[in-house]
């Protein structure tokens, strides 16, 4: 086939029209406008760059559409490109978002943040993470104090990833109808706790973080960091520039499931090559919000069953 007709091809046909004809369904939850979640069984596909792009969370595969053909089982490249010469036409179903789309950011992601006001007790954002999340108010003041925190639209929280020299150079968003991450910004990592902290756990989320340093009573010798739900390239430079301080111990507290141990595997890989320490510490239940969700519920029936 000529590299005309391949680029041909490539145009016509998007990611989601293959996923979508091989019976794979689109997780709206967890999915943005920027990046679609297809799941199927375990299984899941990211699909990017406006459906040209797509990859695996689960593992280092990526690629284009000819490659997630072949990644679903076409045996090499010519069948590949017979795949999906078979899909032009095929326009997979568009997701029906309930949110409106953000107006593109008019000024950098320090000034954005500068803007915002930092939550305060009775706030929309205090009470989605104290009542919604069950957040302590301690722990939600403590991050205040270090500056992890601003109120987001509508009740949302805007947690700060920031680079080594403290320059926030993103967010991560989460309310009670809301999820994503700051336009134009970058992840690396939200930290919380001392920054020097030779014992490192290393989450998910920052509400896990958060959740996590309420669990273990926010612990002194401890930075609770947050990848924010992905592995980029920053994220990984930064856990290294960790793992390499002396007397490191990495904790994978990433969620318990499939990707979770995904993520830990990635963690422990660092902290070898660093000859650094390294646990796996896993949430009994799917994350530490879950986990403290439960501690607190339990908490507060206990004096109840003993009073009885």
């Keep these: 086939m000529e590299k005309k007709d391949i680029e041909e091809l490539r145009a016509k046909v998007a990611c989601a029209a293959v996923l979508e004809k091989d019976g794979w369904k689109i997780d709206l939850k967890e999915s943005t406008r920027r990046a679609l979640k297809y799941r199927r069984d375990a299984n899941i596909i990211i699909v ?8 695996d969370p689960l593992s280092p595969a990526k690629g284009d559409v000819f490659d997630l053909v072949e990644h679903l089982g076409a045996s090499g490249f010519p069948e590949a490109c017979d795949r999906v010469a078979a899909l032009v036409g095929f326009v997979p179903s568009s997701p029906v978002w309930t949110r409106v789309s953000r107006p593109p950011a008019l000024t950098s992601v320090a000034d954005r943040w500068a803007c915002r006001t930092v939550p305060r007790p009775g706030s929309a954002t205090w009470r989605y993470l104290a009542d919604l999340r069950c957040i302590p108010d301690t722990i939600i ?3 205040v104090v270090q500056g992890r925190l601003r109120e987001g639209p509508q009740g949302s ?16 968003e989460r309310g009670p109808r809301w999820r994503g991450f700051a336009t134009d ?28 340093a309420a669990i273990e009573v926010l612990r002194d010798d401890t930075l609770y960091v947050s990848t924010g739900g992905g592995w980029s390239p920053a994220t990984d430079e930064a856990i290294r520039g960790l793992a390499g ?15 979770g141990d995904v993520y830990a595997d990635r963690i422990r890989a ?10 796996r510490s896993r949430p009994r239940a799917g994350d530490w919000n879950e986990d403290l969700k439960v ?14």
């Design 295 to 308: 501690l607190v519920m339990r908490l507060e029936i206990e004096p109840v069953a003993a009073s009885g």
């Design 185 to 212: 910004g970058t992840k690396e990592l939200f930290r919380f706790g001392p920054i020097g902290a030779q014992r490192i756990c290393i989450t998910e989320a920052a509400i896990d973080a958060l959740s996590l």
């Design 48 to 55: 990017i760059h406006e459906g040209r792009g797509w990859f």
């Design 157 to 172: 929280m805007w947690a700060a990833h920031d680079d080594l020299a403290g320059r926030v150079i993103g967010w991560e």
């Design 270 to 279: 660092i902290a070898a090559e660093a000859t650094a320490l390294y646990a």
């Design 245 to 259: 301080r002396v007397n490191t111990r990495l904790v994978a507290a990433t969620d318990n499931n499939r990707q």
């Design 141 to 143: 003041a403590a991050a």
